[in-house]
């Protein structure tokens, strides 16, 4: 199938040609003639870099009128970087179509100028949520006449707490629109807003739902944890024309594992939370044009990044939610390549490895973690084919040759090869000459013996721990100046810190300083201020988390919570049983 045979207009034929696109990928074959040509909105589940941006975007031009100089098509992402790069792509895309204005709103950037060109009349806005609301607060957007909505990356906004931002959004555009909805995943809560604002949509699923890119190899490496940083700089040496992403889990981690790369004279750098946006673009600015060779990142600061040809994604360790590895992994092996996602864990991660397989539905390969004579190896090698490789200059680097041959025609041919491959020889082998060994965890069923020793093991830990919990409970206790709050959901409700802040956030005027969050299965605690906590407690009143109605209360460190949470582990139970332990500590006072 060609793209003509898609009914797609001839200026847009002529720029996407001179871009390299030659036959449609399997989302524009799908979405394109129905953008065109039917009714009804569209769920459309595939990975990143599958050629989604074409898939929308050249029907979405197309159905412009360009006589009417207001918004008709809206593209919602979840970042500025996303919402850059799909402007860009859009701008691309129109270029023999002048007539057509496209403008990405975002925060991060002056809202005086985006006003400025929206009131000058555009008809495509992508924006991110939260720069869009507060334009349609101050009355500078209107979007009465969009006739289409996109919302791409839905689960990604989802996971960044976007949920009431996208409702508010869809409250002020018309209600015949035709919507479309991309998505790598398909959670239940998509599914909701599915249900909710779209028209009978038609589902689209690229590949099978909910799995792993099809070009992409997972490869995991087991080792002790102390050994982690060691077994990266093995795989990174291993490949030495590795282009990937290092995701780690937070924003310390992140930094300390670039700071030590960089110190070991690795081409790194990292993007987390802390940067400001000047150094964030920076960074990737440096990224894209392969100044770096690696990038080492937190999921919330490289999500919506969109970087071609990446070989490689690293995971230093796996993520709680397998919904993350697949974005992780989806970043490598896009437009028909092969990519590699590897996994650096210990044995205490092959539980939630099983639960990614079964996601994904691929099995990880077993990786072992290279030794300094194969590093050595794959490096010389490669030394070898960049001076096979190597463009010769031949008219500039001329009149310097019979300086040069004459200083060294007393060596052989063989000799002069010795020594160029030598000066990369001699510095893998120092570098490598009292490295630590790496030990690899074998992956097998533990003998009879080793059961015992193990159960053994587990139940000294086990006697130990009960010697510590009263110090533990006091140790969950509130830090000076502050009070313990307790709330009625936790990890297993896939509530985590950045859930609580957004929560708070949601349902309380003015900001409040948050200690010490400890998550729990059942439920969860975290510091304010004593003179916030009443405050903090009245605004989760009657707060709801996906449905379920939170309980919350100041909380009282002789509560046995984490029992009361594992016999009643029904939401509206724990919310009932909560509210009337309130009322028998009220009757007691």
């Known amino acids: 199938m060609t793209f003509e045979e898609l009914d797609v207009r001839e200026d847009l034929l002529r720029a996407i040609s001179e871009m390299g696109f030659e036959s449609p990928m399997p989302v524009q ?15 459309a589940l595939a990975q990143t870099g599958t050629g989604k941006t074409a898939a929308f975007g050249l029907p979405v031009i197309q159905r412009i009128n360009t006589t009417l100089r207001s918004p008709q098509a809206l593209i919602i992402s979840p970042t500025r970087e996303l919402c850059l790069q799909i402007g860009g792509d859009l701008a691309d895309f129109s270029k023999y179509t002048p007539e057509v204005k496209v403008l990405p709103v975002y925060g991060g950037s002056s ?41 791409d990356e839905a689960d990604e906004m989802l996971n960044m707490g976007f949920v009431d931002d996208i409702n508010s959004i869809l409250e002020n555009v018309p209600d015949d629109r035709k919507m479309l909805m991309f998505s790598a995943t398909m ?10 604002y779209m028209h009978n949509p038609q589902e689209f699923v690229i ?81 894209r044009e392969r100044t770096l060779q690696l990038l080492v990142a937190t999921d919330v600061a490289a999500r919506g990044l969109d970087v071609d040809d990446l070989t490689h994604v690293i995971n230093y360790g796996l993520p709680d939610d397998p919904a993350v590895y697949t974005h992780r992994s989806g970043r490598t092996g896009r437009a028909g390549k092969t990519g590699i996602s590897v996994a650096i864990i210990h044995s205490r991660e092959r539980s939630k490895m099983r ?45 310097y040759l019979p300086g040069i041959i004459h200083k060294l025609e007393w060596l052989s041919g063989e000799d002069l090869l010795k020594r160029i491959v030598s000066m990369e020889f001699n510095r893998l082998l120092d570098y490598y000459k009292n490295a630590p060994e790496v030990i690899d965890y074998e992956d097998r069923k533990p003998s009879r013996r080793e059961r015992k020793e193990q159960q053994k093991a587990a139940d000294n830990q086990g006697n130990r721990q009960s010697k510590r919990r009263d110090k533990d409970k006091e140790q969950r206790g509130a830090e000076p100046g502050y009070e313990r709050i307790y709330v009625n959901v936790g990890k297993n409700d896939g509530f985590y810190p950045t859930r609580l802040i957004e929560t708070l956030n949601q349902n309380m005027e003015g ?79």
């Open 187 to 196: 959670p239940d809560e998509i599914a909701k807003i599915a249900k909710q």
């Open 207 to 287: 590949g099978t739902r909910n799995e792993g890119a099809e070009n992409v190899r997972h490869i995991y490496y087991m080792v002790n944890a102390k050994d982690k940083y060691l077994a990266l700089k093995r795989i990174a040496d291993y490949n030495p024309n590795i282009y990937g992403i290092i995701f780690c889990r937070t924003r310390k981690e992140t930094q300390e594992v670039a700071d030590s790369l960089i110190a070991d004279g690795y081409n790194v750098d990292s993007l987390h939370g802390d940067l400001s946006q000047m150094q964030r673009d920076t960074v990737m600015k440096k990224f």
């Open 29 to 43: 074959e799908k979405v394109i003639p129905h953008l065109l040509h039917e009714d009804g909105d569209v769920v």
């Open 511 to 589: 900001r409040i300083d948050v200690g010490r969050i400890d998550l729990f299965p059942g439920y969860a605690m975290f510091d304010v201020r004593k003179g916030d906590a009443r405050k903090a407690v009245a605004a989760l009143k009657n707060a709801r988390y996906f449905g379920k109605r939170l309980y919350s209360e100041i909380a009282n460190p002789d509560r046995d919570y984490a029992h009361a949470s594992e016999r009643k582990s029904n939401p509206r139970d724990r919310y009932a049983e909560g509210k009337e332990y309130g009322r028998k500590n009220k009757r007691k006072k």
């Open 355 to 399: 639960i990614i397989e079964k996601k994904i539905g691929k099995e990880f390969e077993k990786g072992a973690v290279p030794s300094p004579s194969r590093i050595i190896e794959k490096q010389l090698y490669n030394l070898a084919n960049r001076i096979e490789c190597v463009k010769v200059n031949e008219e500039e680097i001329s009149k």
């Open 111 to 151: 809202i005086e100028s985006q006003i400025r060109a929206l009131r000058q009349g555009v008809q495509i806005i992508v924006a991110t949520p939260g720069r869009l609301i507060d334009l349609i607060r101050r009355g500078v957007v209107d979007l009465s006449t969009v006739h289409t909505v996109i919302l």
